[in-house]
């Protein structure tokens, strides 16, 4: 098993690992399966998928190479403008929903082109291949992210058409991560984390990279998962969009990046989430058949209300 933790009566707990060659013979059977595993940890690892290989190990040699530039140089493309939703978000910019100490890393954030009020991402002067390997593993882990939606949505009776029409022009976005090397774990701040616990914004997140230790997932009896899938595997799991779309059924499950064990401090740990997103005028309301079921409904509210909400609460927005 990928992850697993053992409650106090011995009872094993691990995030499934599905195989998404499984698929094309039973479609509906793969999305029985994401769904009930996104109803138990919110997580899950897919083997097998469609994001190619040649797309992901482009995108990391040319994430390190950025990352390795020059802070002068990075700080150059950064946007806070733009909230930091494009472009470069230096070392400590980022902290979790209600807390105050920032996170130890820094990131890239790449995105689309079409959103009303959000610039195009900026263009890295000093790798002249970065942005096309950036869009290029945008547009594969979007066409992933979507099929993956589509099987969560009709396992929930939500049509084809409608889910992939609540997905057109969202403001999605491929992040870069970097933590750097923890030099001097006795100098670091109290309570200061790679990433402390927090919920994803979005419908869904697809996680390349995460086969360096460091990632846990809560399980919903307290009990912390470490997330360390087999290697070429995604990580997936439901933001808070997905838990309004459906009353809570598919929880957004907390998670963080813990700091490195003593024998990992001097390394570097890299990677590469997506979040998808619906269109900034979807609006997020209980699927019926999530109510039909016991799910409680909140308050409709637009997409674009939403992370404009939990941006202004993790302190990218005024």
Not at 36 to 54: C, M, Q, W, Y
Not at 88 to 110: C, G, I, N
Not at 142 to 148: C, H, I, V
């Amino acid at each position: 098993m990928n992850a697993q933790a053992t409650l106090a009566d011995s009872t094993p707990l691990a995030i499934a690992e599905l195989d998404f060659a499984r698929a094309d013979a039973d479609p509906a059977g793969f999305g029985r399966a994401l769904v009930e595993s996104l109803r138990d940890t919110g997580f899950a690892v897919i083997r097998n998928h469609t994001i190619p290989k040649a797309a992901i190990d482009a995108m990391e040699a040319e994430s390190r190479a950025f990352f390795a530039l020059p802070d002068d140089t990075k700080s150059a493309y950064a946007m806070p403008e733009a909230h930091y939703q494009r472009g470069y978000s230096p070392f400590r910019t980022e902290s979790a929903k209600d807390r105050d100490t920032p996170d130890l890393k820094e990131f890239w954030h790449e995105g689309r082109d079409t959103i009303p009020g959000l610039p195009a991402t900026p263009q890295v002067a000093e790798r002249p291949e970065f942005n096309a390997v950036s869009k290029t593993l945008f547009d594969e882990m979007d066409a992933f992210a979507r099929t993956l939606m589509v099987a969560i949505g009709e396992t929930l009776e939500m049509t084809e058409a409608d889910m992939r029409a609540a997905l057109v022009n969202g403001n999605s976005i491929l992040r870069l991560l970097h933590y750097p090397p923890v030099d001097d774990p006795s100098a670091i701040e109290p309570g200061s984390v790679r990433a402390a616990a927090h919920e994803d914004i979005n419908l869904l997140t697809l996680l390349l990279g995460a086969e360096e230790a460091g990632l846990e997932v809560m399980h919903r009896s307290g009990a912390w998962l470490p997330a360390n899938p087999p290697e070429g595997a995604v990580v997936v799991n439901a933001g808070d969009m997905l838990a309004r779309l459906t009353g809570g059924e598919i929880p957004s499950t907390t998670h963080r990046v813990v700091n490195p064990s003593p024998e990992r401090c001097a390394h570097s740990r890299y990677s590469m989430p997506y979040f998808l997103h619906p269109a900034n005028d979807f609006v997020l309301e209980a699927l019926p058949s999530c109510v039909a079921r016991g799910a409680v409904a909140e308050a409709p509210i637009t997409a674009n209300e939403f992370l404009n909400e939990r941006l202004r609460e993790i302190g990218l927005k005024v």
